[in-house]
């Protein structure tokens, strides 16, 4: 294992890899159709004793204690893999044929003491998001999109940040999870710490986004109902650390000093010293959305059928 102020990663043992998919294979092999939405308790159930029953207790002991610790980002390496079917750049696939996929992603949130959720307005309410190039999101800055550059940002910034123990749904997702299925064009997931960013600024701008004189709209994947844009901050600090809410594509300054101070920032951002993720079949990663801003660059997806293809879960 290797852990640096913000970045724990481990790799599995390809033993240990092959085992847990035997494993899971079997406790579902003859189980009724599974569908997260449905019977996420059962599948994070199966996932999480498979999980106990072979993982390393070092990892288990780490996964234990993550959230509570100083690390923001988590990348778990070579976990199973599984012969998917093809990428559903639709957006959407029956859960069913996925059992091994949402029972191994499930159970890891379970293991985190994090809690899987889905909020109403995008997804169509579902708690599994495929993170896939959809034609219908061409242009678009969306985990659908591809062409466009989907510029540094965290998940949902339109809303009040929650606390620990409360219903995450009304609030900015406080965990992103991912698990990969396919890669192949090998795009990154870029992720830069919010500490990282506010050391590149100047005391003035670290003040000016402190003050609640921005207007942060829902992102590109809400449908509808999305609540109405949030006027505040896009810089808070809980006690403990500062969390940021920001999407360059509709964050707006209300001010001259907060419009400079996110002209800072933007700046700040093209500065190029991100962690990248290169996710591959098996990888799971968890970034905190409070502590870090994320990125996909744009990129030209393989064919359909093998296009890339990421699970996203929010846990909070
Ligand atoms: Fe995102």
Partial sequence: ??????????????????????????????AEPLDPDA???????????????????????ELGK????????????????????PTPVGGFTPEAALAPVNALQLGLVRLLGTTPFAVPYENRGRVMRNVVPNPAAAGTTSSWGSDAEFFWHTDNPHLPFGEQGRDPRPNVPRHLTFYAIRNDE??????VGVDTVLARLTPAAREALARPEFEIGAPASVETGA??????????H??????????HGTTRGLTARAAAALDELTAALRTDDAERFVLRPGDFLLFDNYRVLHRRRAFTPRP?????????????
């Fill in 304 to 316: 359909a059928a093998t296009a890339r293809w990421l699970r996203r879960c929010y846990a909070s």
């Fill in 66 to 85: 993550f959230t509570r610790g100083h690390s923001s980002v988590l990348v778990l390496e070579n976990l199973p893999r599984y012969d998917a079917p």
């Fill in 39 to 61: 019977h996420g308790v059962i599948l994070a159930s199966i996932g999480a004793s498979a999980l106990l029953q072979h993982l390393p207790d070092e990892l288990l002991a």
């Fill in 227 to 236: 609540q109405p844009a949030l006027r505040g901050a896009v810089l808070e």
């Fill in 186 to 191: 090998r795009v990154p997931t870029d992720v």
């Fill in 238 to 247: 809980d006690g403990a650390a500062p969390r940021m809410r920001y999407d």
């Fill in 1 to 30: 294992m290797t852990a640096g102020p913000d970045i724990v990663r481990y790799v599995l043992d390809d033993g240990v890899r092959d085992v847990l998919a035997k494993e899971l294979n079997s406790r579902l092999a003859d």
